[in-house]
T-cell receptor
Framework: AQSVTQPDIHITVSEGASLELRCNYS??????LFWYVQSPGQGLQLLLK??????LVQGIKGFEAEFKRSQSSFNLRKPSVHWSDAAEYFC???????????FGKGTTLSVSS | GAGVSQSPSNKVTEKGKDVELRCDPI?????LYWYRQSLGQGLEFLIY????????KSGLPSDRFSAERTGGSVSTLTIQRTQQEDSAVYLC????????????FGEGSWLTVV
């Protein structure tokens, strides 16, 4: 079955600390992987995507993610979190370009001062 | 347009009424998607349109839900005889070769059934 698991429902980190949000997927074909962020009352904004090539991808707002095929993972990282990063983060997987994405249930990030 | 546009942004309706939600995708995008986001449930795929192909309706939760896409552009999601469990945010998204086939989302239509 095709699925995305985000094991952490809620994470709190201190401002300035590093962040890693976990994402594991199950997909029967070559995966296209995405991370989206959603602020309260807002739509989803694309942070970064992996289609092929270099397994470490850089995104907006200082985020990066690493694709590890052997672990079926696509974890999101940021070296230093800012209070404005508090939001909900969704990992998603899809197949060939243009197919519908399967989303995880999201991880809510809180940032403490 | 510059982004995916959805209307209405908020809708409160009485149980049993029909509602229509509209999505205007990014200009030139051939693919259009509807998702539903309920509290604590993540995003649930509803339906997918790609060009002139038959839509993928595999995610529609019941026959009360339907969607159409006219002229390969604007789409309308219709929910008939609304129930309280239909209360959610309905998100529309689009993609196309002009965006590297990356899916971009609108800000959603918040539906409350009372």
């Amino acid at each position: 079955a095709q699925s995305v698991t985000q094991p952490d429902i809620h994470i709190t980190v201190s401002e300035g600390a590093s962040l890693e949000l976990r994402c594991n997927y199950s997909y029967g074909a070559t995966p296209y992987l995405f991370w989206y962020v959603q602020s309260p009352g807002q739509g989803l904004q694309l942070l970064l995507k992996y289609f092929s090539g270099d397994t470490l991808v850089q995104g907006i707002k200082g985020f990066e993610a690493e694709f590890k095929r052997s672990q079926s993972s696509f974890n999101l990282r940021k070296p230093s979190v800012h209070w404005s990063d508090a939001a909900e983060y969704f990992c998603a997987v899809g197949g060939q370009a243009g197919t519908a994405l399967i989303f995880g249930k999201g991880t809510t990030l809180s940032v403490s001062s | 347009g510059a982004g995916v546009s959805q209307s209405p942004s908020n809708k409160v309706t009485e149980k049993g009424k029909d509602v229509e939600l509209r999505c205007d995708p990014i200009s030139g995008h051939t693919a259009l998607y509807w998702y539903r986001q309920s509290l604590g449930q993540g995003l649930e795929f509803l339906i997918y349109f790609q060009g002139n192909s038959a839509p993928d309706k595999s995610g529609l939760p019941s026959d009360r839900f339907s969607a159409e896409r006219t002229g390969g552009s604007v789409s309308t999601l219709t929910i008939q005889r609304t129930q309280q469990e239909d209360s959610a945010v309905y998100l529309c998204a689009s993609s196309g070769s002009s965006s590297g086939n990356t899916i971009y989302f609108g800000e959603g239509s918040w539906l409350t059934v009372v």
